[in-house]
């Protein structure tokens, strides 16, 4: 990535090793879920997580870090690190994606963000800081080391989201 | 209420960009449906007839009763894909109704016009479209497509024209990066292609949208020979469901399009997962579909 740090992809617990921190991005949270099965990922990362290993999950991402998914499969599985209660596609199909300015507490100007067949918060935790909003919904928030959103800081070239997190760890 | 905008370009690739790495499965039932799901599909292709069926079938072939993809959208949590013919523009108004995730133009499907494909700008809903070569691929970006994908020879099983259509999209990329800029209008010309784009591509040396492979894959191997010659994803169609045993067919092929680098695990997910389709050779194969779209 452009911040002079090194991201490489973790598919196999062997890469797992010597990484400070994790980036659950968006895809699809069952494909996801599927995978950290087969790929023998799920406990490791479960134990580096349980250590404090700092995570920034988005959109599916964020699925997978929730407490509680609604509108989910019922196999699906995350790892529940941040008190929340998301709705899986709750802002509908493709044709309701859209793209939006929003006000993100600690940055100077707004954040430009994309929404895909997004997770909707419905629920989050008296131990969660949100950190922006879109019509009152949050859409970024953080509990500790863990940090999610339900658009697509990825998506984007702008990196204030990633550094942010970075600073966070 | 704050200001949204819906239907953008960005907003239209970034569901793209969300199937990359992963596996598009061709179905047509709600069982099949959610096999793919349960096997880990990023998304379902909705259709009455897988084109292998098509193939033997003859006649025209066209898009897909709404009331089944509406049975498949019931059952299914991931995006739905649908067809509609090259340059039927009011089947894809009909399929946008229904609220599919992504529209395939697809030479599948028998053209309904010859000249000209759907003007895809005009859409929310975004649209994937078939390409042979590089040339086709900007020309249906330019027409709007928020996805590329290679023909291949869709419902034959033999994945040889996937590999020369990814072969000379991503060849003619590699050579247009070398080019200089005297020489970009030349490739301009020579691909019927906008030269903006052309000099997009001198720049980035890749498309400006997602490039998936489809189009014969049949194997866990085939899929992950897509990848490893620069697929973002694969569309696999009649290859799971006119094999011996779908369910661990998709499996396979998903964790070979994940882990398509490391032949361990090739090996491992290729065993044991019942026999392929039986295929067809390309000289065996009279009608081409690739040669459909302009």
Known sequence: ?169 | MSFESTGTFPVKRGLAEMMKGGVIMDVVNPEQAKIAEDAGAVAVMALERVPADIRRDGGVARMSDPEMIIGIQEVCSIPVMAKARIGHFVEAQILQSLGVDFIDESEVLTPADEAYHIDKMAFDVPFVCGATNLGEALRRISEGAAMIRSKGEAGTGNVVEAVRHLRSIIGDMKRITQADEAELFGWAKQLQAPLSLIQEIAKTGTLPVPLFCAGGLATPADAALAMQLGADAVFVGSGIFKSDNPSPRAKAIVEATTHYMDADILAKVSRNIGAPMTGIGMDENSVKYAERGW
């Open chain 1, 1 to 169: 990535m452009a911040l002079s740090i090194d991201a490489p992809l973790v598919k196999t617990p062997e890469q797992l090793v010597g990484i400070d921190a994790l980036i659950l991005p968006g895809g699809e949270s069952t494909t996801m879920s599927m995978l950290l099965d087969t790929s023998g990922l799920r406990d490791p990362i479960g134990e580096r997580l349980a250590d404090g290993m700092g995570v920034f999950g988005t959109c599916a991402g964020m699925i997978l870090c929730a407490t509680e998914v609604l509108d989910g499969r019922p196999d699906q599985r995350g790892f529940s690190l941040i008190d929340m209660t998301v709705r899986r596609n709750g802002y509908g199909r493709q044709l309701d994606s859209f793209e939006t300015d929003l006000s993100v507490d600690g940055l100077a100007d707004d954040f430009h963000a994309v929404f895909i067949r997004a997770p909707y918060v419905e629920r989050v935790g008296p131990d969660v800081e949100v950190i922006a909003v879109h019509d009152g919904i949050p859409v970024l928030a953080r509990s500790g080391r863990c940090t999610v959103a339900s658009f697509h800081p990825e998506l984007t070239d702008d990196t204030r989201l990633h550094e942010a997190f970075i600073a966070s760890l």
